[in-house]
């Protein structure tokens, strides 16, 4: 069992910054792949980025890339998304996952309960 506890979220302008942070309990989670998942207003839930459980693999969706960075510090069983560069299409809930292999996080086994990043124009 792994719980997930998102911070980090508030509002900021266009242009701005953000680390959204996860913090996990539960022995599990060195081994499990984490993820970043946003809900705007109206969308579905879409993937935001991945990493696996060594750091050393990691995924984006075309949308972020080259902006935001997702890591992990295992020692600390937490998993940040940085936010740079941020647009108005940005607003939306984000949702940190976890998953038990990355070829699995589009279908996270777990979920925390979301962070609101609103970015303002």
């Known amino acids: 069992q792994v719980q997930l506890v998102e911070s980090g979220g508030g509002l900021v302008q266009a242009g701005g910054s953000l680390r959204l942070s996860c913090a996990a309990s539960?022995?599990?989670?060195?081994?499990?792949?984490m993820g970043w998942f946003r809900q705007a207003p109206g969308n579905e839930r879409e993937f935001v980025a991945a990493?696996?459980?060594?750091?050393?693999?990691?995924r984006y969706a075309d949308s972020v890339k080259g902006r935001f960075t997702i890591s992990r510090d295992n020692a600390k069983n937490t998993v940040y998304l940085q936010m740079s560069s941020l647009k108005p299409g940005d607003t939306a809930v984000y949702y940190c996952?976890?998953?038990?292999?990355?070829?699995?996080?589009?279908?996270?086994?777990?979920w925390g309960q979301g962070t609101q990043v609103t970015v303002s124009s």
């Open positions: 996952a976890a998953a038990g292999l990355m070829a699995t996080i589009m279908s996270p086994d777990y």
């Open positions: 539960g022995r599990t989670f060195s081994s499990n792949t």
């Open positions: 990493i696996s459980w060594s750091g050393s693999s990691t």
